[in-house]
């Protein structure tokens, strides 16, 4: 087996220790020994070194990210029904996972707003990324360009915020909520609010 190069095995090791610690409390020593990496080989392959390297495991990893949700989701010609599977899905992987950051973008985004404008826009980058395939993925499946920006967008912050609460009680039960209201969010755009009125009073 080929032996993973050396830069590759440090955006590795700086995108574990953002899942596990952040960014402010990872430190150069502790991503060059996870990557069993001489520290000079850090500016050798990333000039501007710890940034640098969390540019690239942000990037790295949003974009994975971005492919997994894309996935969840597509098989789905029903928006809500895959919406729903996708956070019931993302519950079950947290849990096993034993409550590991699923994707550190908008976390260290959190973090670093203030402090790190570049990885703050690096970050926000990955975001717009996935809200392009996401609206993409709407459109497709029949809805106007604006509610199809807006449901992803509306996607994208639930599930971020879901994991955070599930992460801090140990708990599926928000991921599960989020999913059940982004489903009924999905299906009064799906439904139009022509098709609504016809189902007031209709017989049970």
Known sequence: MARVKTDERIVVAMTE????????????????DAAEAP?????????????D???????????????LVGMLLAPYDDIAAGIEAAFSSAADTIAESDWL?????????GEVADTEPALRA???????????????????RGLPEADAHALILAVV?????????A?????????????RA???????????PENMGSTVGAPA
């Not at 520290?39 to 940034?51: A, Q, T």
């Not at 912050?157 to 609460?165: D, Q």
């Not at 982004?182 to 139009?192: E, H, K, P, Q, W």
């Open 17 to 32: 220790l953002l899942r596990r610690q952040g960014y402010a409390a990872t430190g150069i020593k502790q991503v060059v």
């Open 39 to 51: 520290i000079g080989s850090i500016y050798h392959h990333f000039s501007g070194g710890k940034r």
């Open 53 to 67: 390297v969390a540019a690239a495991a942000l990037r790295q990893s949003g974009a994975a990210y971005g492919e």
């Open 101 to 109: 950051n699923m994707c550190p973008v908008t976390t260290v985004a």
């Open 122 to 140: 690096v970050a926000a980058e990955m975001i717009d990324g996935w809200v392009a395939l996401g609206t993409a993925l709407y459109r497709d």
């Open 157 to 165: 912050a639930a599930l971020e915020g879901a994991f955070i609460l």
């Open 167 to 179: 992460r801090t009680q140990r708990s599926t039960a928000p991921i599960l909520a989020a999913g």
């Open 182 to 192: 982004m489903g009924a969010y999905a299906r009064s755009l799906t439904i139009g």
